[in-house]
């Protein structure tokens, strides 16, 4: 559009860099000008009476006003004056691979703005910008919409051991006899005429403890039968929760398999009660980021909590339990398709026991006939697995049929009451007509 035809109010845009300057021609002679803010940009009429030489000062705005000679409407300049970018787009340029982003002013400061290809080149041009302008605007964004499997396995690997060893002994002649008849029994049991021989022979001597392994013997000639118990055992592992999450890059995802505990709480400053809801059970947040090189960054927190109504309170007369809790919290960077493991969330309890003849059980020694002792800890530790992998969607071709879909499993009345079968036999599920897996 020719400058003798713009309107009075409308307004040009001039874009300049520090330390450099443009011409600026008119379509007619020049009689006056007049700029707003002199330090941000300077104006120079050269030897053409139509050209006049901008040149600017500081990171800024001013206006430019232009009086124009025959009564022409005056040209109003806005002039942003801004630091050179054109280094910043040359460095730009040889990080991205292909189409890079826009790079532009906006009054102090600089705006990147434009999709990259992972975000690892995005943090790569979001650093070389915050060289230029350390609060630059950052638009960018990345391409695609990358979507991440998160495989969790949460074991329970228990270290208890029970210990127990004991002795119980039985004697008589053909008047009396005395014994110990139990791991539990504090005192010495006096029996009638007892056939020691006979009650070895028929198994019949009761082990210091029971389920565990007994040494017997007898001495004839004393009239004497003794059992010494010895028990070592240890527990074994547990699958707690093995749950399989898909969520978008840069989202959060979490996975509770429990429940909720009411507990009664204060409300307002009337001393009335509501009630609030608390969380046990095994607990997983993740926040997954797919960087360049189908590299993931992960932030993940999990927790397994329970009950424990013996560390509880009570509050208005109503039993508030407390909890057992083992939680950890974590950020790496692994590979898709890898595996890291999360350990030693431990929780120990220790209890013992002892029962003896008063009096025998106490001397040094030989009072280990006379007594019967059981260690038991019980030690758990928690094991978290987890496996993050990139996945895409099913398309709709691979899409399988759900179980039961395809297929008859009913039978007929008299092949279920006369034949006894719960399914009709050779039914068959149909198989999928592609490729099924969501692993990308």
Known sequence: ??????????????????????????????????????????????????KLQVQGKSVGSTDLVVQLASGAPPII??????????????????????????????????????????????????LVASIYDEKFINLMTVRGDHQVQLEVVFA??????????????LWGNDSRGAGMQGPNMNSSTSVANPDINGLINGGNIFGAAAGTFQLATYISQ????????????????????????????????????????PIPAPSGSGGGIKIEYKEYGIKLVFVPTVLGGDVIDM????????????????????????????????????????????????SETTTYSRAEV?????????????????????????????????V?????GEVPAPPGTTENNHPTDIELFLLG??????????????????QR
């Open 1 to 50: 559009m020719p400058f003798s035809a713009r309107a009075q109010d409308q307004t040009d845009w001039l874009d300049i860099e520090v330390g450099k300057s443009i011409v600026l021609e008119t379509p007619r002679n020049v009689t006056a000008i007049a700029i707003t803010d002199p330090l941000v940009a300077d104006v120079v009429p050269l030897a053409a009476a139509n």
């Open 77 to 126: 300049y806005e002039i942003t004056v801004h630091y050179d970018l054109s280094d910043l787009i040359r460095r730009i340029d040889a990080i991205v691979g292909g189409e890079p982003p826009r790079v532009y002013p906006l009054k102090e400061r600089i705006v990147v703005e434009g999709p990259v290809e992972d975000l690892e080149t995005l943090e790569q041009v979001a």
């Open 156 to 169: 329970e690997v228990s270290r208890s051991a029970l210990r127990e060893i004991g002795m119980n002994f």
């Open 222 to 261: 004393i009239e004497l039968a003794a059992v010494l118990s010895i028990m070592q055992d240890y527990n074994l592992s547990k699958i707690l929760a093995q749950p399989t999450l898909v969520v978008l890059s840069g989202q959060q995802g979490e996975f509770l398999a429990g429940g909720e505990i």
């Open 299 to 346: 932030r993940v927190y999990v927790e397994v909590s329970e009950p424990d109504f013996a560390g509880g309170t009570r509050i208005t007369g109503i039993e508030v339990p407390g909890f057992i809790t083992r939680k950890g919290k974590t950020h790496l960077r692994i590979d898709n398709g890898m595996t890291f493991a999360m350990a030693g969330m431990l």
């Open 358 to 390: 008063p009096g025998l059980g106490r001397i040094p020694i030989i009072g280990t006939l006379f007594r019967y002792t059981k260690h038991f800890r019980d030690e758990n530790e928690l094991i978290i697995i987890v496996t993050p992998r990139l």
């Open 392 to 396: 895409r969607p099913l398309g709709p």
């Open 421 to 438: 079968m719960d399914r009709k036999a050779g039914s068959r599920t149909a198989k999928p007509t592609a490729d099924v897996g969501l």
